[in-house]
Nanobody
Framework: QVQLVESGGGLVQPGGSLRLTCAAS????????MGWYRQAPGKQRELVAH???????NYADSVKGRFTISRDNAKNTVWLQMNSLKPEDTAVYYC???????????????WGQGTQVTVSS
């Protein structure tokens, strides 16, 4: 089994910063890619940022220049540094990972439980 645990969400004023952390644990052979998604009330879940094991990244247009995704392959951990936060960034943020488990042939996607980010004055 694989578990993803997020932390770092909270309430912040517009223009402020937060750093989200997601740590993966369990019977992991390799993590191919990790990413952050978010879902605001009444909206579909959307990709925020994505990083593969080699370090290549991609971002949603709405967060480019403000958010930075990074990872530590040895620690199976990914971070999302969020700067210049706006009220429209308010959402539940979910960690996602494409994982090959130890002893398994294929790779599967796993999700964290989500962490609330609220941007409000």
């Amino acid at each position: 089994q694989v578990q993803l645990v997020e932390s770092g969400g909270g309430l912040v004023q517009p223009g402020g910063s937060l750093r989200l952390t997601c740590a993966a644990s369990g019977s992991i052979f390799r993590i191919n890619a990790m990413g952050w998604y978010r879902q605001a009330p009444g909206k579909q879940r959307e990709l925020v940022a994505h990083i593969i094991s080699g370090g290549n990244t991609n971002y949603a247009d709405s967060v480019k220049g403000r958010f930075t995704i990074s990872r530590d392959n040895a620690k199976n951990t990914v971070w999302l540094q969020m700067n210049s936060l706006k009220p429209e960034d308010t959402a539940v943020y979910y960690c996602n990972a494409n994982v090959r488990r130890s002893g398994a042939l294929g790779s599967y996607y796993y999700w964290g439980q989500g962490t609330q980010v609220t941007v409000s004055s």
